[in-house]
């Protein structure tokens, strides 16, 4: 018969019941191991048990406490340009007494680099800071039932939501863009708007003259990278929702009847349609109060409103 494999637990087992087995048990005992080797482990047992015991509960120095954790990682994140020693002082502001190399530590622990290396701001964080400010515009085309293309230029105002429709052509000269440049720097002057920048795309449609116009207003022209539609994320989006809620869903006769369903779509998606962004609310009217009233819940009387022949519905309460 093989000689039995003893694992570590079993040699623990063992030699911790050496006192308390009888004569008759260790006799058996000693068919699968030796006197002497029980006694050797008995000892690397007890050698085992000191050891566990003169170690130090708490080695080094106690860990940061997982709250303070959590906020050295939020103002770093909700400010770039923070090295950890602005941090740190910033934390001592609030009270809250931490080593500066404690912050340093957790900073490298989460892949975040020194300020000197991530001091630049990025794309989403230009846009957040300067949303109230910001006019995007693009062209995109569509169909008439003859066959004939349409290239029609639209704005939209990146804190309000507020769209736009500048104007719709066959043939884009530059001598039309230019004045549209014109009719919506008056319109930006009328509605007492201030913006600092118009982000637009690369197209060869948009002549200097048009960036002219804007940059004399003190408006910078900001163009977004070759084949990136995502830079300019909020008049793309507008494109397909004006494509999939009017265009797609039309047949367009001419230049005047698409010019007629585009302002009548302008005024349903600035006075009516709720947008996520600013709570569900329109671009020029603010959420109405919500309905506590029971009686005023249980007997609803709401009306629909069609535009464009029913292609758009607006429900309103009934006067």
């Not at 079993?10 to 050496?18: K, Y």
């Not at 406490?65 to 923070?82: F, I, M, Q, T």
């Not at 995502?230 to 006769?253: F, G, K, P, S, Y």
């Not at 959420?287 to 009686?295: F, V, Y």
């Amino acid at each position: 018969m093989d000689k039995p494999q003893l694992t570590w637990p079993d040699r623990a087992l063992l030699a911790a019941l050496l006192h308390r087995l009888p004569r008759l048990q260790l006799r058996q005992l000693q068919l699968i191991v030796s006197p002497d080797t029980l006694l050797r482990w008995h000892r690397d047992l007890l050698r085992r048990r000191h050891a566990k015991a003169s170690r130090p509960k708490r080695p080094g120095r106690p860990r940061t406490v997982r709250s303070v954790r959590a906020l050295v990682l939020r103002l770093a994140e909700e400010n770039c340009s923070w090295g950890y020693r602005r941090i740190h002082g910033e934390l001592t502001a609030l009270g809250i007494k931490v080593a500066a190399s404690t912050v340093w530590n957790i900073l490298k622990e989460h892949g975040i680099d020194p300020a000197p290396e991530r001091n630049h701001t990025t794309w989403a964080a230009f846009l957040r800071s300067q949303a109230h400010a910001i006019l995007a515009a693009d062209f995109f085309e569509t169909k008439t039932l003859t066959g004939a293309t349409l290239y029609v230029l639209a704005v939209i105002e990146h804190a309000t939501r507020r769209v736009r429709i500048l104007g719709a052509t066959t043939h884009p000269t530059a001598t039309w863009v230019t004045q549209l440049a014109r009719n919506v720097v008056m319109d930006l002057q009328d509605a007492d708007t201030r913006v600092k920048f118009l982000i637009r795309d690369r197209d060869a449609r948009y002549p200097a003259a048009f960036d002219a116009v804007l940059q004399a207003e003190g408006i910078e022209v900001v163009q977004t990278g070759v084949r990136m539609p995502r830079m300019n994320a909020i008049m793309e989006r507008w494109v397909r929702t004006c494509r999939t809620e009017l265009l797609d869903r039309t047949l367009i006769w001419n230049q005047a009847h698409l010019l007629h369903a585009l302002r009548e779509y302008e005024r349903y998606y600035n006075q009516h349609r709720p947008h996520r962004t600013l709570s569900n609310a329109a671009p020029l009217h603010p959420p109405p109060e919500p309905i506590t009233e029971p009686d005023r819940l249980t007997h609803l009387d709401i009306r629909r409103r069609e535009r464009l022949g029913g292609i758009l519905h607006e429900y309103q309460h009934a006067a």
